[in-house]
């Protein structure tokens, strides 16, 4: 039926359709700005500094860098790479065919080889090939945050560099009077009156509360609301009441699993390890589990920075294991698991930590300093090594032959330890005295037959044992099933613990084959408030180094976090480049207000929830989205927070949102969901992919599979895994809107809808209506929209009644129209 019923929805939609719903792929005009040329974005970024300024510094360096420039080429400065040499520009921004780097990488010309000594490996003039198609992305050349940035030449001046705004103390600024008593009860809202008004904008009005309490729920719970939470607060009367579904929703389980998954996108949550050898991470739910849970706990900021940097230094509870399987955080990392140089894969591994917990907690790009000091901040390659020791000095793989495995921790009592020590003991002794028995009692048989010693036993040898032997195999095969029924597997999670601690030498240009003088583990300098970190001989650091990072001293951790938690409120952070506060990085729109919620989060005890609430009662949070001319032609893409931002749901929130009002949402908790043995590679380039998806589990329970992404999900937007990513993107092509009309996921949610309306409003098609437009867009539809949506559901039913195929044409027509509004962008916006 669902085939039938999709030809037939294609051929009406184009006619019945037009003028009822917003389909795909337009928002209205009032809310729609004229994009600017895009960006070269933090990714690119990113990949230049720590994938191709090591690569040209290391095989290109000697000959062409800041020293020796031969042929009058530089490659160290992008003038140098556009400009070129005696032999003209080396590089052809997005054209690799035409970059004459590519030619002399690729040893295409017997006269242009470079290097001269030997040719790159494959992988990495595949870096350079996508480095040039991505379109030669380099800081020099302009960035998202403050324009064109030259590197720094010399040493770092510390002094200088702590007069960086991210690097100066948190001071709590004093708020300022605002006369208009709508925008004054509240700090945030004063402190960005005073923007507003400085520009020339007026603020907007509130948000009806219909919009209201919809954009709440799917803010904290990423679900959205059911009609009757929408009738109860319209008929609340009371000055608190959008304050207490503001309570509602952070007491409710969902309120974890939607924020959850936002900190699960910057630690890069997987379920598989992906590169090389896509090792499935059978223990990985633990971790997110544990996410979940501390965010429905409100577990204070700084004690889950603590637990996931070194939960196992701590104290916990006997049975409590949560601060053990926080440390999953650092080995959820993609690895190269079959790199047969065990030093360089340690390395990498090291790096890749480096890189996450960097940007994760101070929005600083650290793993840049490998190879050499950080081309703009203030980050020295000393800084980098000093923080790899801490890393190197803690147990993150169990080994590193390939293929290599992460350590794992067992989460039980040194007692419950001992006793399954014991029982698989004894289990072994009882299956080796039952050889030695079958052994003997067939050696006797054989005897007996006169056959030779080493013949092959009868098929039923063991009816021809004595009486006597018989019993004793039965008694022992009873005590071995008795020893298995107590032996069921002790749990295990991901995790590190501590390992052989030392020092680690600087890598000369990154290579692990070129050591320099040895560097004492500690925290980046620029940092540090005068001394460095105490850290006894036989530590790692890794407590210290969490706890400095967990302090209020620390003028990053707090600024990064509560613009963090900006961002995903409102669609755009204070700092628009949230993973990166330093000077390639956005500046501050609103400084004062930004150390003010920083100040204001920690003085709340880092509370998640009381800054949740702080933010929401503000009148910036509740105002409407509606467009005025007057303020877009001043701040068109709103960054002084005039209106509210129009936002699309993302992947997760599409999905769970299908689900929930089509009523077949599955609200349990998830647990494990990579099936195979631990170890076993999952999804890779050449085998057969066998991970499954729970269709009605929420999104955040179902498989991440690196390299292997659930299409629902890659379609749109999905953060990447690989990376720690604090702000998805949002793009609008075509593939989304044909998920949302052929996919399996919408016809059979369409079809679930359609019924739920039959069963809850079996007798009246337009308070059918009335009910379907209440459960998908949280408000009462127009008279006209009633009338058009009845009349198509009646022409599509004429169309049909006599495809003898179709069981109930009534029914197909109303799951066609459920389908209709379910990919309207109504229903995948939120404004």
């Not at 039938?4 to 809310?31: C, E, V, Y």
């Not at 900021?301 to 650092?330: C, K, V, W």
């Not at 996450?356 to 980050?379: E, M, N, S, W, Y």
């Not at 604090?726 to 059979?748: D, H, I, K």
């Amino acid at each position: 039926m669902s085939e039938n019923r999709r030809q037939i929805f294609f051929g009406f939609l184009p006619g019945l359709l037009s003028g009822i719903l917003l389909l795909w792929g337009s928002l209205p005009a009032t809310l729609v700005h004229a994009a600017d040329p895009p960006a070269t974005s933090d990714a690119d970024l990113k990949f230049f500094e720590t994938k191709i300024r090591p690569l040209l510094a290391e095989k290109c360096g000697d000959c062409h860098g800041a020293e020796t420039q031969e042929a009058d080429l530089r490659l160290d400065t992008f003038t140098g790479l556009v400009g070129g040499g005696k032999s003209g520009p080396v590089i052809a921004p997005g054209s690799p065919d035409e970059s004459l780097l590519m030619a002399a990488v690729n040893y295409k010309d017997m006269h242009l080889q470079m290097p001269p000594d030997e040719k790159l490996p494959d992988a990495e003039i595949a870096l350079l090939k996508e480095w040039i198609q991505r379109g030669a992305p380099h800081p020099e050349r302009g960035n998202p945050g403050s324009g064109s940035i030259m590197p720094r030449r010399g040493a770092i001046d510390l002094k200088e560099a702590r007069e960086f705004w991210a690097f100066k103390p948190i001071r709590r600024p004093n708020v300022p009077k605002v006369s208009d008593p709508a925008w004054g009860h509240n700090a945030i809202d004063a402190l960005l009156a005073t923007s507003l008004k400085a520009k020339g904008l007026v603020p907007n009005p509130p948000a009806d509360r219909q919009t209201l309490i919809r954009r709440a729920t799917f803010d904290l719970t990423g679900l959205p609301p059911t009609p009757e939470e929408i009738d109860r607060f319209l008929a609340d009367q009371s000055p608190d009441a959008f304050e207490k579904v503001i309570d509602r929703l952070l007491s409710s389980k969902h309120y974890g699993e939607r924020w959850g998954r936002h900190w699960l996108d910057v630690v890069r949550y997987a379920d598989s390890n992906g590169q090389d050898e896509n090792q499935g991470f059978v223990d990985a739910w633990r971790f997110r589990n544990y996410v979940i849970d501390a965010f429905n706990q409100d577990k204070p900021y700084d004690r889950f920075i603590l637990e996931q940097m070194a939960g196992d230094l701590i104290e916990h509870a006997p049975n409590d294991y949560s601060t053990l399987i926080a440390t999953g955080f650092l080995t959820l990392g993609p690895k190269v698991l079959a790199e047969k140089d065990q030093a360089k894969m340690e390395m990498d591994i090291i790096d890749e930590q480096i890189d996450v917990v960097g940007q994760a907690f101070l929005g600083l790009t650290i793993a840049c300093a490998r190879c050499h000091d950080h081309k703009f901040d203030p980050i020295a390659t000393a800084d980098y090594y000093a923080l790899a020791g801490i890393l190197k000095s803690t147990k993150t793989m169990s080994s590193f032959k390939v293929v290599a495995k992460y350590n794992e921790i067992v989460l039980a009592t040194p007692e419950e330890i001992k006793a399954h020590e014991e029982l698989t003991k004894a289990k072994t002794a009882k299956n080796a005295e039952m050889a030695a028995l079958i052994k003997k009692a067939n050696a006797e048989l054989l005897k007996a037959m006169g056959a030779a010693a080493n013949a092959k036993p009868p098929m039923d040898a063991e009816q021809k044992y004595p009486e006597e032997t018989r019993k004793q195999l039965a008694a022992l095969r009873e005590e071995v099933k008795k020893l298995e029924s107590g032996l069921t597997p002790l749990p295990t999670a991901m995790g590190v613990q501590e390992g052989s601690v030392a020092d680690t030498k600087i890598h000369v240009r990154g290579s692990h084959l070129t050591l320099g003088k040895s560097v004492h583990r500690g925290a980046p300098e620029v940092l540090l408030s005068g001394k460095p970190l105490e850290i006894e001989e036989n530590q790692s650091g890794r407590l210290q180094f969490a706890q400095w990072l967990a302090s209020p001293e620390n003028p990053l951790t707090a600024r990064v976090v509560v613009n963090r938690i900006w961002r995903w409120h409102f669609g755009e952070g204070l700092v628009e480049t949230t993973d990166n506060f330093g000077k390639l990085g956005q500046k501050p729109s609103h400084p004062l207000l930004l150390d003010w919620l920083a100040s204001e989060f920690m003085s709340n005890g880092w509370s998640f929830k009381a800054l949740h609430k702080e933010i929401m009662l503000s009148s910036a949070y509740q105002m409407s989205s509606q467009d005025n001319s007057a303020n877009s032609a001043i701040d068109p893409d709103n960054h002084f927070h005039w209106r509210a931002n129009v936002q699309r749901l993302e992947a997760e929130e599409i999905r769970d949102a299908i689900l929930s009002v089509a009523g077949v949402l599955n609200p349990e908790i998830g647990t494990k969901v990579v099936n195979s043995p631990k170890w076993d590679l999952v999804f890779n380039h050449t085998s057969k992919d066998l991970t499954t998806y729970d269709p009605y589990r929420r999104s955040i329970y179902l498989p991440v599979i690196r390299n292997n992404l659930y299409d629902g999900f890659s379609l749109f937007d999905y953060t990447n895994s690989d990376v720690a990513t604090g702000s998805r993107e949002t793009s609008t092509v075509a593939p989304q809107a044909l998920f949302m009309m052929n996919s399996e996921l919408l016809l059979s949610s369409a079809d679930s809808l359609a019924q739920r309306l039959f069963r809850e409003v079996p007798q009246d098609d337009e308070g059918r209506i009335v009910r379907l437009y209440q459960l998908t867009c949280a408000r009462t539809p127009e008279s006209h929209e009633c009338h058009r949506l009845l009349a198509y559901i009646k022409k599509f039913v004429q169309a049909i009644q006599s495809d003898s195929k179709i069981e109930d044409p009534r029914k197909a027509a109303w799951a066609a129209a459920c389908q209709a509004i379910l990919a309207s962008n109504e229903f995948v916006y939120v404004e």
